[in-house]
C-alpha cells in the first residue's frame, strides 16, 4: 500500500487481493498450490496486475454521447468475489469503486507506453470435442508473479472471431468455486505456438457489455460537498487546493487551542489512547458555488468501551416537522428569519469521563511524538459529542430566557412583552425567527459571547434546503432543487424526459414481480436500489409530500426488489425531472388554522396481503407541515375499518402539532377550538362519534377507540369532507394527472409564487 500511494482505508482490499494471490502461490507445505487443490485445475496468472497501478475502467452509461470517453480512470484495488473481471478505485469520481470485465491496465513494471488491455468475455476456448484448450507446453513449475513482456507471448485466446462466441459462457463459469481464466503463463524463452482454433458460427453480438456493474458507496443525503473532497491528509496535502486544506486544519487547531479541548500529557497505562483522523468537505452554496474549505479533526469513537470512555449517548435533534410548522408561523406572521452557524460546535461540551487520544496527523512538534493529548472538552466522533454539545447549549440558551418545547427540546421560545422569538437548533445550525428586529439582535449578540458564532444573515439555505421570500406577498417557499439535480446526476437521468406524475393510475407494485431465480437476484444486485430509496426518502421527507406515496411503495420492496420496482423508482426520477423547481409554499391566511386530511385505500394496493395504505396530512397557513403514506398494520375487513385506523394514525400526529403549537402561546384560533380532521367515509365519521359496536369492529384493537374519547371531551372533531376535496387522496394512491396535479396545489406544492 506504502508503494501505490493509495488511501489506508483501502488495506481491507489490499488484504483480499493479498489472500487472493496466496491462495495462487505454492508452497512448502504443498506440493501445489491451494487453488489447484480446491479445483483440481492449474491457476492462471494472465490476469493478474499489480496491486495500485493506473488503470481505465469502461463502465456501460447509456447516456453517453458518441464523443463523450467510455472509460474512467482509476487505480487498480482487486479482483470481485462472486463474478469475473477486476475492482478499480476511482477517487476523482462520483463512483468511488468500480467492478468491471473490461479495463486497461498501465503496470508499473511495465512501459506505460505500452498499455495492456483485458477482457473476461474471452477466457476459455471450447475445442470442437468440447474440452478446454490449453497451450502445448505446460510447465513443470509455477513461474514467479512477474508480468512477461507484451511481445514474447502469442495468445491464441485473443482470436477476434472467438471473442463474442464465449461470452455466452460467462454465467456458467461465474458459478466456479475460483471464477479464473484456464490459460497458463508460457516461459519467456519457450514461445508457443498458437493452436488452430475453429471459427464460431454464431452471430457477433454488441461490443457494448450491458453486465458492467458498479458498487456504489454509500453516501449521506445531506453531503453536498464535492465529490473529490480529499479523503486523507496525505490527499489533502498533495491536492491542487492543498493551501485552503491546510489553512482550514490550522483553524481547526486554532479553534481547539481558544476552547483548551487538550492538554499534552505522558502517556498512562490505565487508559488506551483512541486514535483520530482528518475529514475534509467543501460546503456549497444554494447555487452550487463553493462557500468554504471545512477540515475537521474526528476520533476514533468506535475504539471507545461503553463504561469506560463514556456512558449516556442519547442528544435531541429538531424534526423536520417542527422546522416547517416554525417556516409557516414566518410566513403567516412576516417574521425576521436568520441563521448562524456554531463554529466546532462539539468542542464547546464538557467532558465527564477521562479520555487520552493520539496527536492529529501532520501537526505533531518534534520532541512531542511520545506525547498523547488529554481531551478537556468533547470533541467530534467521541460517542458522547453530541449529547455534551447538547447539554451545553440548553444550560447557556436557558438562562437567557429561553423556554424549550416539550414536544420539540430542540425548538426554543423567549418571550419579551409583546415580541417574541423562536430558535431552531439543528446540531450546529441555527434559526433564528423573530418578531421584533432588535430582539433578534440582542440574541445573536448573546450566543456570540458564549460561543464562537457565524452570523450567515438572512437564511437562505439550511440542511439542503433553499429558503425563498417575497415579504410583499408573505409567501415563503422551500426548495430542494439543487439536492434533485445532484439526485438526476448520481443516476444518470439528469437528461431524461419528465413525467407528470410519480406513479401513474393503475400501477401496481407488488411480490409477485420481485426476483424469483438467482440469476434475476444477481442482476438486481448490480442495481443501486436501497440508495435510490434513500435518495427521494430524503426529498419526500423535507419538501416534497407529492413523492410520499410512491417513495413509500418503492421502501417496502427494498429487501427484495425487482426489475420492475427499479423501473418504477426510474419513473419518480423523471417526475422530479419535470418538477425539480417545485416548492413547498406557506402563506399569510385569514384564519391561521391547523387542518388534518386523513384517507385510506382499502387492500387497493396489497391484493396479496390484504393490508390497506393509511395516509394523512396537515396544512397550516396555506401549505403541508406533516404528512405520511404508511401500510397499515392491521388487517382491516371493511372500508370502514380502514379509515377508522387512518384517522387514528392522523390524530396522534395531529395532536403532536397541536401540542407543538399550544406551547407557543401565539396562536389563539389554535388554542381555544379542537383539532379538525376530515375523513371522506361516512361510516367511520359516524363511527368516531357513537359508542356502537358490532360484529365487524370487535378485533379493532382498543387504543384506536382513543379516537371516541378525544371527540367525547371535544378535543377532536372528525368531519366529512367530499373525495374532490379529499387532500390526503394522493398519498393512498396513484391518481390521474388532473386530479393528481390539483391535490398537491392545495396542500402547497407550487412551481413558483404566482401559481
Not at 372 to 388: D, E, F, P
Not at 486 to 499: D, T, V
Not at 511 to 534: A, D
Not at 548 to 566: D, E, I, K, T
Request: hydrophobic share 35%.
Amino acid at each position: 500500500m506504502s508503494a501505490s500511494g493509495l488511501p489506508k482505508y483501502l488495506w481491507g482490499e489490499a488484504l483480499k487481493t493479498a489472500n487472493y494471490l496466496t491462495n495462487r502461490t505454492p508452497s512448502k507445505a504443498i506440493t501445489s498450490t491451494p487453488f489447484e487443490l480446491w479445483c483440481s485445475r492449474k491457476p492462471s496468472f494472465h490476469h493478474l496486475h499489480v496491486w495500485g497501478c493506473k488503470t481505465e475502467a469502461k463502465v456501460y452509461n447509456p447516456q453517453l454521447g458518441k464523443l463523450d470517453s467510455r472509460t474512467v480512470s482509476g487505480f487498480f484495488i482487486g479482483y470481485p468475489e462472486k463474478s469475473k473481471g477486476f475492482k478499480v478505485y476511482c477517487p476523482s469520481h462520483s463512483i468511488r469503486i468500480i467492478e468491471t470485465n473490461r479495463a486497461i491496465f498501465y503496470d508499473e513494471m511495465l512501459d506505460n507506453k505500452c498499455a495492456e488491455e483485458y477482457s473476461f468475455e474471452c477466457e476459455e476456448v471450447s475445442n470442437d470435442d468440447g474440452t478446454q484448450s490449453t497451450p502445448n507446453s505446460i510447465p513443470d513449475t509455477i513461474l514467479p508473479l512477474t508480468r512477461l513482456p507484451a511481445p514474447t507471448i502469442t495468445e491464441p485466446v485473443l482470436q477476434e472471431d472467438n471473442l463474442n462466441s464465449e461470452n455466452d459462457n460467462l454465467q456458467e463459469q461465474s458459478a466456479e468455486p475460483e471464477p479464473e481464466p484456464q490459460v497458463d503463463p508460457l516461459p519467456q524463452a519457450q514461445p508457443v505456438q498458437p493452436q488452430q482454433l475453429r471459427r464460431s458460427g454464431r452471430e457477433r453480438k454488441s461490443a457494448i457489455n450491458t453486465n458492467d456493474f458498479v458498487v456504489y458507496l454509500q453516501e449521506a443525503e445531506t453531503d453536498f460537498g464535492e465529490d473529490d473532497d480529499p479523503m486523507s491528509y496525505k490527499q489533502a496535502t498533495e491536492s491542487e487546493n492543498a493551501q485552503r486544506w491546510e489553512e482550514a486544519m490550522e483553524a481547526e487547531l486554532k479553534s481547539m487551542n481558544e476552547n483548551n479541548v487538550w492538554e499534552l500529557v505522558e502517556p498512562t497505562g490505565k487508559h488506551k489512547a483512541i486514535g483520530c483522523k482528518w475529514v475534509f468537505k467543501t460546503k456549497r452554496c444554494a447555487d452550487g458555488t463553493v462557500e468554504r474549505y471545512k477540515a475537521r479533526l474526528v476520533a476514533k469513537g468506535f475504539t471507545q468501551k461503553e463504561g469506560v470512555d463514556f456512558n449516556e449517548t442519547f442528544s435531541p435533534v429538531s424534526t423536520k416537522d417542527a422546522f416547517r410548522l416554525v417556516m409557516a408561523l414566518v410566513a403567516h406572521f412576516d417574521m425576521e428569519l436568520h441563521q448562524m452557524d456554531v463554529k466546532t460546535a462539539f468542542l464547546n461540551g464538557d467532558l465527564e469521563e477521562e479520555i487520552y487520544m493520539k496527536q492529529p496527523e501532520g501537526f505533531i512538534a518534534t520532541g512531542t511524538e511520545h506525547l498523547v493529548c488529554k481531551l478537556n472538552k468533547s470533541i467530534y466522533g467521541l460517542k458522547q459529542a453530541s449529547r455534551q454539545w447538547y447539554l451545553k447549549f440548553d444550560s447557556v440558551i436557558s438562562s437567557f430566557g429561553f423556554v424549550e418545547n416539550m414536544v420539540d427540546e430542540c425548538v426554543y421560545m423567549k418571550v419579551s412583552g409583546s415580541q417574541f422569538i423562536f430558535l431552531v437548533l439543528y446540531v450546529d445550525d441555527i434559526l433564528l425567527a423573530s418578531s421584533n428586529f432588535a430582539l433578534l439582535n440582542e440574541t445573536k449578540k448573546f450566543l456570540s459571547m458564549n460561543f464562537d458564532m457565524k452570523d450567515l444573515g438572512e437564511a437562505s439555505y439550511v440542511l439542503g434546503i433553499e429558503i425563498k421570500r417575497d415579504r410583499k406577498k408573505h409567501l415563503l417557499g422551500l426548495s430542494q432543487q439543487s439536492y434533485i439535480t445532484k439526485i438526476l446526476r448520481r443516476f444518470e437521468m439528469q437528461n431524461c424526459s419528465g413525467n407528470d406524475v410519480p406513479m401513474a393510475k393503475g400501477d401496481k407494485l407488488t411480490k409477485l414481480e420481485t426476483p424469483m431465480t438467482e440469476l434475476e437476484r444477481e442482476e438486481m444486485k448490480n442495481k443501486p436500489y436501497s440508495r435510490l430509496v434513500g435518495s427521494l426518502m430524503y426529498a419526500q421527507v423535507c419538501t416534497r409530500p407529492d413523492l410520499a406515496f410512491a417513495v413509500g411503495m418503492l421502501a417496502r420492496f427494498q429487501s427484495n426488489p425487482g426489475n420492475a420496482h427499479w423501473i418504477a423508482g426510474k419513473k419518480v426520477l423523471r417526475y422530479l425531472q419535470k418538477t425539480k423547481n417545485h416548492m413547498l409554499v406557506y402563506r399569510r391566511v385569514g384564519n391561521l388554522e391547523i387542518a388534518g386530511y386523513t384517507d385510506s385505500d382499502f387492500a387497493g394496493n396489497f391484493p396479496s396481503s390484504k393490508k390497506s395504505t393509511s395516509g394523512y396530512v396537515f396544512v397550516l397557513a396555506g401549505g403541508a407541515v406533516a404528512w405520511k403514506s404508511v401500510k397499515q398494520t392491521l388487517t382491516a375487513t371493511s372500508t370502514m375499518q380502514a379509515e377508522f385506523i387512518a384517522i387514528y394514525e392522523g390524530v396522534c400526529q395531529g395532536l403532536w402539532l397541536k401540542n407543538f403549537l399550544l406551547q407557543t402561546k401565539i396562536v389563539d384560533s389554535i388554542i381555544s377550538r379542537p383539532l379538525k380532521i376530515f375523513c371522506d367515509n361516512t361510516a367511520a365519521v359516524y363511527f368516531t362519534k357513537n359508542n356502537k359496536r358490532s360484529t365487524n369492529s370487535k378485533h379493532i384493537d382498543l387504543k384506536y377507540y382513543s379516537v371516541r374519547e378525544r371527540v367525547k371531551h371535544k378535543e377532536l372533531e372528525v368531519a366529512n369532507v367530499g373525495t374532490l376535496s379529499q387532500l390526503a387522496d394522493p398519498f393512498t394512491k396513484a391518481l390521474p394527472i388532473v386530479a393528481f396535479q390539483k391535490h398537491i396545489k392545495s396542500i402547497g406544492v407550487l412551481a413558483n409564487f404566482d401559481c
